[in-house]
């Protein structure tokens, strides 16, 4: 009897482990991803996707150190090369094997992509090795190439390879365009797309014999509804419609921390949320009076009390604290009378008409804060026109500069304060990728220069003096405009246990969630 109830007790457990490990996840963001391929876009979105269907060479760990992937260790070789010894056994989403090859495609798409090809300009090549090691050399000294590679998200080369119906490259890179590899997935990922609908709903499904055998993970579905509204989101989360939801808008966080359903998560955020003024369509930007005018009108510290609810860091610069180039004496301006004072010194006492755009559902608040800076411009006598609209509409408005000011925010995936400047500040350069996302067109050649001398220096003295340095000079400049840094927050039903799976960078490792049934 006793050996009976033994072998009962064990198959009752048995199906409880089976049962653990056929989880489904229902979640809704406040958005879906704009496209499939990983590098079509730099953007937030395309990096929680990549997260969930790909895997990188190593990505960050809780304490922003470097935790091996793809890569399962590294070592120096020269001041130049780092060499990549790459995990053997593990295949795509179409079964094809994974090795050097792909990494070596992959590298060479980034060197293509509009968006990304400004993070690696620093590198001169990838030598491959043999099948399961790789080189990675830098034109000079470089300090961040590990922080590179926790974007270089392994294609499978011979998945896209060839063309398609339509006679294209499989491999072909569009931005906002209808290509297969916006529409198609194969990846090393613990899930792959097996169904979607743009703006409606993406399920993903567990990658069967996934190679990492180690995460505890036991999610095997995934559904994604996106719910632009939050107030819409937070109710479907606490109806129990959904079990996760991401971001929690702070005029919700009593309501979720009430519950005895959910749970509610916090991070302190490093993504700096700040509007653009395009030089090139306005006269009077190019004016450092007027700039600083602008500068001066914005209340960011009343921004992040009545819009935010104090959920929200307001910021002067690119780089929050924590980061190299954080400069500590650059602080929020705000000030009505001076900065009508500089409009006036400007020519502009009567102010002008412009235009403004924003997305209403990537940033927290977006649109309510656009609304906000409008009003606080019309002060100074500046006249905004705001549009404010969905992000899948927004990026390629944002990409054509349609609009005299435009909203956009940005976290440093390399955690490093150079990636704020190359990306937005740098002059606007096609060949390099540089300013990629410098709507307003601002360009200070001694900037760039700094940026360079910045990637090529190693000691961390000299690196943080460059580009603190380049915070002022920017700031003195009013180059932009800087809001806050954004806080994060996710909200989950008890038994999702998200905690150990969100981070700072907002990309959750969703492949090593668990739930409890």
């Not at 879906?32 to 969930?52: A, I, K, W």
């Not at 190593?58 to 150190?65: A, E, F, M, S």
């Not at 931005?175 to 993406?202: E, L």
């Not at 971001?247 to 955020?269: A, C, E, N, W, Y």
């Amino acid at each position: 009897m006793k050996k009976t109830a033994s072998i009962l007790a064990g198959a009752a457990l048995a199906l409880s482990i089976a049962s653990a490990q056929a989880a489904t996840l229902k979640m809704a963001y406040d958005a879906d991803p704009v496209s499939l391929d990983p590098y079509e876009q730099l953007s937030g979105g395309t990096l929680q996707l990549s997260h969930l269907t790909h895997d990188p060479l190593l990505r960050w760990d809780r304490n922003l150190g470097f935790e091996p992937r793809l890569a399962e260790k590294w070592e120096r070789v020269d001041d130049n090369t780092m060499r990549f010894h790459l995990r053997k056994g593990v295949k795509f989403h179409s079964g094809n094997d994974f090795t050097a090859k792909d990494v070596a495609f992959t590298f060479k798409r980034l060197q293509d992509s509009p968006d990304f090809k400004g993070i690696f300009a620093p590198f001169k090549e990838l030598k491959v090795v043999d099948d399961h090691t790789i080189d990675m050399v830098t034109k000079e000294p470089f300090p961040l190439v590990l922080n590179n590679m926790t974007y270089l998200f392994p294609m499978d080369s011979q998945f896209f390879a060839g063309e398609d119906a339509n006679g294209k490259p499989k491999d072909l890179l569009v931005k906002h365009g209808d290509s297969f590899a916006s529409r198609n997935i194969s990846g090393t990922g613990p899930f792959t797309v097996s169904s979607r609908q743009q703006g409606v709903k993406v399920e993903f499904q567990r990658t069967a014999d996934y190679w990492d055998a180690a995460s505890p993970g036991n999610v095997d579905k995934i559904v994604l509804t996106p719910i632009k509204e939050a107030p819409t989101r937070v109710a479907a989360l606490l109806s129990g419609d959904v079990d996760f939801i991401a971001p929690v808008p702070p005029t919700d966080h009593k309501r979720l921390k009430g519950s005895d359903k959910v749970d509610l998560v916090t991070l302190g955020g490093t993504r700096i949320i700040t509007f653009q003024m395009n030089q090139e369509r306005v006269e009077a930007f190019k004016d450092p009076k007027v700039r600083l005018a602008i500068a001066y009108a914005i209340n960011q510290e009343g921004i992040v009390k009545k819009i935010m609810k104090g959920f929200a860091t307001p910021g002067a610069q690119f780089s929050p604290k924590g980061y190299l180039g954080h400069n500590p004496a650059l602080t929020p301006r705000y000030d009505l009378k001076k900065a009508k004072q500089l409009m006036k010194e400007a020519g502009y006492e009567n102010g002008f008409n412009i235009t403004m755009m924003a997305p209403n559902n990537r940033y927290v608040n977006d649109a309510k804060i656009a609304q906000a800076v409008a009003s606080m411009l019309s002060k100074i006598n500046i006249k905004v026109d705001l549009k404010t609209m969905p992000k899948a509409q927004y990026w390629p408005e944002f990409d054509k500069r349609a609009a005299d000011m435009m909203m956009i925010g940005w976290h440093s995936d390399t955690e490093d304060t150079n990636n704020f400047f190359e990306f937005l500040s740098a002059c606007p350069n096609k060949d390099t990728g540089w300013g990629q996302y410098n709507s307003g067109n601002y360009c200070n050649k001694k900037i760039d220069s700094m940026i360079a001398e910045a990637n090529a220096t190693t000691d961390v003295e000299k690196r943080t003096k460059i580009m603190q340095e380049m915070e002022k000079i920017v700031y003195d400049e009013a180059g932009f405009i800087p809001l806050h840094w954004q806080n994060l927050s996710w909200g989950a039903r008890k038994g999702v246990n998200i905690d150990p799976v969100v981070n700072v960078m907002n990309f959750p490792y969703l492949g090593d969630l668990v739930v409890e049934e």
